[in-house]
């Protein structure tokens, strides 16, 4: 329960400084906590005002919030804390991680999670921008960085190569 939702009710925070020291440096980065209230009114506003501009009634602008603004925060928020709750407990372990670290790849959870529910390279090897490596994983959120790098919107990202695979495999 805790690795699940526990860990919202405890004030223990993780400092920056010391696991990412440039996050707090990056003036976008230190944007998005000052905009969270805003960006919050902004995710339930939007499926609201879409419902009312599609249709031009309440039912359907409540119905919007109900579906594209409530439920889908929901599900969205269970998808990635049972990353962190079931990912720890069942699944494979094809790649090394430190002694106390139990991560899994849970295949049925990466189809729902956009690939990131193979936690075991993203434990073993932090800085890898794909997780779905072995053939016939699907890493959509690789495809995505993918996409944003040949944009010029991400740059310096860290792909697996061979060398690297091999130094972590179980």
Do not use: K
Not at 14 to 26: K, M, N, Q
Not at 59 to 67: C, H, K, M
Not at 81 to 109: K, M
Request: net charge positive; with cysteine.
């Amino acid at each position: 329960m805790d690795a699940h939702v526990g860990w919202l009710f405890r004030n223990d925070r993780t400092p920056a400084s010391r696991y990412a020291p440039d996050l707090p440096a990056d003036r976008d980065v230190r944007t998005v906590p000052r905009a969270s209230s805003a960006l919050r009114v902004l995710i339930l506003a939007l499926p609201f005002a879409a419902g009312w501009l599609i249709s031009g009634s309440w039912v359907s602008a409540l119905t919007a919030l109900l579906w594209a603004g409530l439920v889908r925060l929901a599900l969205l928020h269970h998808v990635t804390w049972r990353g962190n709750s079931l990912c720890h407990v069942i699944g494979e372990r094809p790649f090394r991680t430190r002694g106390h670290d139990r991560a899994t790849n849970l295949w049925p959870l990466a189809l729902l999670s956009f690939g990131e529910s193979r936690h075991t390279l993203h434990r073993a090897d932090p800085t890898c921008a794909r997780h779905g490596v072995d053939r016939g994983q699907l890493d959509p959120s690789a495809a995505v960085i993918r996409f944003f790098e040949r944009l010029s919107w991400v740059w310096d990202v860290r792909c697996p190569t061979p060398d690297r695979l091999a130094a972590r495999h179980a």
